[in-house]
T-cell receptor
Framework: GENVEQHPSTLSVQEGDSAVIKCTYSDSASNYFPWYKQELGKRPQLIIDIRSNVGEKKDQRIAVTLNKTAKHFSLHITETQPEDSAVYFCAASIRGNKLVFGAGTILRVKS | NAGVMQNPRHLVRRRGQEARLRCSPMKGHSHVYWYRQLPEEGLKFMVYLQKENIIDESGMPKERFSAEFPKEGPSILRIQQVVRGDSAAYFC???????????FGPGTRLTVT
């Protein structure tokens, strides 16, 4: 079936700490895994993505890792700041046509 | 380069009326996707279109919902005879090709009274 599980559903961290969000997917043919950040009332914004031929990708304070064997991928945010507070969604491509999204993680960065 | 545009941003319809949501993709993008988001929930895929073709409509309800992406003009998501359960935010996204980065529009918030 087409399923993406995302954990945790909420995450509170102290400013400056790291945050990790994990996702698992079911379709072994999935080969594209983006992460989106959505602030309240706003559009989802693509923050980083990874393709199946790569195990890790980094962009400043954000990194994504992918384990194709275990069908896991994770988002890592280091040195969190209050403006990182938002809902984060992972997604996986299905049949090369569409994205199936996880249920989202509410990240709160406390200052 | 303008981003993905959607209009209207807010739409109020009474039960039984029709709702038409428009989406103009980013310049150079020929792939359009529609998603629905209920309050405090994730994004649910509805339909994937290329110019003049529906590629995948597996997420779209069989009745009352239709989508098109004509040769000229925006993509349209049409909901006939709206019911209260249709109240949601409807986002479209565009990409330059299959399995490429999808960029989202600002969404249309539909309220059915």
């Amino acid at each position: 079936g087409e399923n993406v599980e995302q954990h945790p559903s909420t995450l509170s961290v102290q400013e400056g700490d790291s945050a990790v969000i994990k996702c698992t997917y079911s379709d072994s043919a999935s080969n594209y895994f983006p992460w989106y950040k959505q602030e309240l009332g706003k559009r989802p914004q693509l923050i980083i993505d990874i393709r199946s031929n790569v195990g890790e990708k980094k962009d400043q304070r954000i990194a994504v890792t992918l384990n194709k064997t275990a069908k896991h991928f994770s988002l890592h945010i280091t040195e969190t700041q209050p403006e990182d507070s938002a809902v984060y969604f992972c997604a996986a491509s299905i049949r090369g046509n569409k994205l199936v999204f996880g249920a989202g993680t509410i990240l709160r960065v406390k200052s | 380069n303008a981003g993905v545009m959607q209009n209207p941003r807010h739409l109020v319809r009474r039960r039984g009326q029709e709702a038409r949501l428009r989406c103009s993709p980013m310049k150079g993008h020929s792939h359009v996707y529609w998603y629905r988001q209920l309050p405090e929930e994730g994004l649910k895929f509805m339909v994937y279109l290329q110019k003049e073709n529906i590629i995948d409509e597996s997420g779209m309800p069989k009745e009352r919902f239709s989508a098109e992406f004509p040769k000229e003009g925006p993509s349209i998501l049409r909901i006939q005879q709206v019911v209260r359960g249709d109240s949601a935010a409807y986002f479209c996204a565009s990409s330059p090709g299959r399995v490429d980065e999808q960029y989202f529009g600002p969404g249309t918030r539909l309220t059915v009274t």
